[in-house]
């Protein structure tokens, strides 16, 4: 069964950093890319970032570029996104992402974990 697991959400102040992780299970990471999807109340599901298999080439939104980065350990099945420099328009839940080829649509990823909170507040 294939299962993607988010953890490491919560409640940040402007500013801070936050580190997600999405652990794999029931398939192997290795040929897969990754990414990472948020949405916000009352807003479609947006691209965040993406990384590879072949290469690790990553990419970012342009909201998020410079503050954001997406990593991956092949060995532990698991992809990162570290957050630094939170806002609150960061505010939304992230969603992990597996698909054959990385791309910013979400209709070109076939697995998807149950999403994780992320709330930048004072």
């Known amino acids: 069964q294939v299962q993607l697991v988010e953890s490491g959400g919560g409640l940040v102040q402007p500013g801070g950093s936050l580190r997600l992780s999405c652990a794999a299970s029931g398939f192997t990471m290795d040929y897969y890319a990754m990414a990472w999807f948020r949405q916000a109340p009352g807003k479609d599901r947006e691209f965040v970032a993406a990384i590879r298999w072949v290469g690790q080439s990553t990419y970012y939104a342009d909201s998020v570029n410079g503050r954001f980065t997406i990593s991956r350990d092949n060995a532990l099945n698991t992809v990162y996104l570290q957050m630094n420099s939170l806002k609150p328009e960061d505010t939304a839940v992230y969603y992990c992402?597996?698909?054959?080829?990385?791309?910013?649509?979400?209709?070109?990823?076939?697995?998807w974990g149950q999403g994780t909170q992320v709330t930048v507040s004072s």
């Open positions: 992402a597996a698909g054959p080829q990385g791309s910013k649509y979400d209709y070109d990823y076939e697995y």
